[in-house]
């Protein structure tokens, strides 16, 4: 049961644009108002002042149990390995008290609520909203850890599944393929003179800022297509929902991350971990490619994979 003695810290990714991390504080605020009697604290993965590691001297502080939530959609590399030493490491200077690790939110049927009302929204909005001309285009973040790419791909299919659309494809942002203009390209071809992108982001940041210059560009592109662009959804009431069963004492009860105990995890982190320094104070003027994760595109099947 909750008490006062637990801390629940929500582990964002971070942002190099400000106003990103600034949301998921605000969210954090929210969700402080619908638990009123919890300890909610936030910390970030990378690009904020406060990361992992001060992150968890301050949930542990003063409590015997700290709830690390990723607050992320995929589970890719961050997930799988950097979250896991950083609790073993917090373990260690924090031997009395008990570090728990949830899963992250994943791709159930929550967010599959979420993208589809965004879906609804955008055709909406349309001249002409025939799912028949209608391309619909699921943009995420992208990893080169195919587990992650897998679980926007699954909802790919599942939102075709439940719509009438003749086309529904995913695209990246970055790390990993195909890109957003590349499968524009290819529904324009098969004859879509509508397109929905849905972002499939939780908060702002630089990415989405990016998405919507590319969506401008297209436009001039293509003036005989019409484009309608959805929005980030971290403050939709499903997430609050996700978080609350997340927080659940059913859920926590045998709780691992996402190769949590992994036989795997210790070869794949020692390259994936050298040159990161997520886990340290403050600072975020670090850059680094995510191209190491594709080293733990190992088949999960030995880890506990619980769906949404």
């Not at 003063?62 to 979250?83: Q, Y």
């Not at 998405?211 to 009431?237: N, W």
């Not at 978080?243 to 190769?259: I, N």
Request: with cysteine; proline share 3%.
């Amino acid at each position: 049961m909750t008490n006062s003695k637990t801390t629940f810290l929500l582990a964002g990714h971070g942002s190099r644009n400000r106003e990103g991390n600034d949301e998921i504080e605000r969210f954090a605020d929210q969700w402080r108002q619908k638990h009123p009697d919890w300890r909610i604290e936030v910390c970030f993965i990378e690009h904020a002042d406060v990361l992992l590691n001060d992150g968890l001297d301050r949930a542990a502080n003063g409590a015997e149990r700290v709830v690390l939530i990723p607050f992320i959609l995929n589970a890719a590399g961050h997930v799988k390995m950097e979250l896991p030493a950083a609790i073993e490491t917090a373990r260690e200077r924090h031997p009395n008290v008990d570090f728990v690790v949830t899963r992250h939110l994943g791709m159930g049927r929550e967010i599959f609520d979420v993208l589809q009302k965004q879906l609804d929204r955008l055709m909406k909005a349309l001249d002409v909203p025939d799912p028949q001309t209608t391309g619909v285009i699921l943009l995420g973040r992208g990893s080169s850890d195919a587990g992650a790419n897998g679980e926007l791909a699954r909802m790919a299919r599942w939102i075709f599944e439940e719509n009438d659309h003749e086309l529904v494809d995913l695209a990246f942002t970055g790390v990993t393929w195909p890109r957003l203009e590349t499968v524009v390209q290819r529904q324009v071809k098969l004859g879509m003179t509508q397109i929905c992108v849905v972002p499939v982001y939780l908060f702002t940041g630089v990415l989405i800022e990016r998405i919507g210059a590319q969506i401008e560009r297209l436009k001039q592109q293509y003036p005989q297509v019409a484009f309608a662009l959805g929005k980030h959804f971290g403050f939709e009431p499903e997430i609050f929902a996700i978080l609350d069963r997340r927080a659940s004492d059913d859920e926590l009860e045998g709780s691992l991350l996402e190769c949590d105990g992994c036989k795997y995890r210790e070869a794949a982190e020692e390259e994936h971990l050298h040159d990161h320094s997520h886990t340290a104070t403050g600072g975020c003027g670090h850059t680094h490619a995510h191209q190491d994760h594709a080293n733990h595109a190992h088949d999960h099947s030995h880890c506990q994979h619980a769906k949404s």
